[in-house]
């Protein structure tokens, strides 16, 4: 069965530090990834996407995440995170023949510090 | 764009009630909705998807008389928690796409708390 883990539970960081959250899936075919943010309440936001052509996709807010197949991983990163990034992130896979069955990870609550 | 109303935010309501929660898309047309269940510190779980004039497709385990769902139109999705109990409390999630590729957008979610 598909699945998607996410290494990084909760995340504390201070301002113009880098991010990387980890995401890797397991399913031997061919997928179609998402990352997903979740401000302080409010609803889940898509943050970017990878259907196909170039692994390293850059997203909203100066996020990107890079699909290496071979690794089964799709990371999020930022170079320089700001408070208003302060958030749960999540990781999301379907296959590319169904595309509306989101398989999710847990989520990953990223705190910044100012 | 690309806005899902959900409505309410929060219900809380007696043993044996029945709850419906409404998911709207407000700018586009949606030929597809999905329901999504989220328990404290888990994943979101899909319970079903929803199809514009036909019948939901129930995730198994998912059971299709407790939870009802109604896709009349092609911006308007219902759950119906039918005779509801504690165990039901949860966050209840709903999301709508246009049509294939189209990635999911969210309702901002609702509170179920049956006491």
């Known amino acids: 069965a598909q699945s998607v883990s996410q290494h990084n539970h909760h995340v504390i960081l201070s301002e113009a530090a880098s991010l990387e959250l980890g995401c890797n899936y397991s399913?031997?075919?061919?997928?179609?990834l998402f990352w997903y943010v979740q401000y302080p309440g409010q609803h889940l936001q898509l943050l970017l996407k990878?259907?196909?052509?170039d692994p390293l996709v850059k997203g909203i807010k100066g996020f990107e995440a890079e699909f290496i197949k071979s690794k089964f991983s799709f990371n999020l990163r930022k170079p320089s995170v700001q408070w208003s990034d302060t958030a749960e992130y999540f990781c999301?896979?379907?296959?590319?023949?169904?595309?509306?069955?989101?398989?999710w990870g847990l989520g990953t609550s990223l705190a910044v510090n100012p | 764009g690309a806005v899902v109303s959900q409505h309410p935010s929060r219900v809380i309501c007696k043993s044996g009630t029945s709850v419906k929660i409404e998911c709207r898309s407000l700018?586009?047309?949606?030929?597809?909705m999905f329901w999504y269940r989220q328990f404290p510190k888990q994943s979101l779980m899909l319970m079903a998807t929803?199809?514009?004039?036909?019948?939901?497709?129930?995730e198994q385990g998912v059971e299709k008389d407790k939870f009802l769902i109604n896709h009349a139109s092609l911006t308007l999705s219902t759950l119906t928690v039918t005779s509801a109990h504690p165990e039901d409390s949860s966050f209840y999630i709903c999301?709508?796409?246009?049509?294939?590729?189209?990635?999911?957008?969210f309702g901002d979610g609702t509170r179920l708390s049956i006491l």
């Open positions: 929803s199809n514009e004039g036909s019948k939901a497709t129930y």
């Open positions: 399913y031997g075919g061919t997928v179609n």
């Open positions: 700018d586009f047309q949606a030929t597809t």
């Open positions: 990878y259907f196909s052509g």
């Open positions: 999301a896979v379907t296959n590319a023949g169904n595309n509306r069955k989101l398989i």
């Open positions: 999301s709508a796409s246009l049509s294939g590729d189209q990635p999911q957008h």
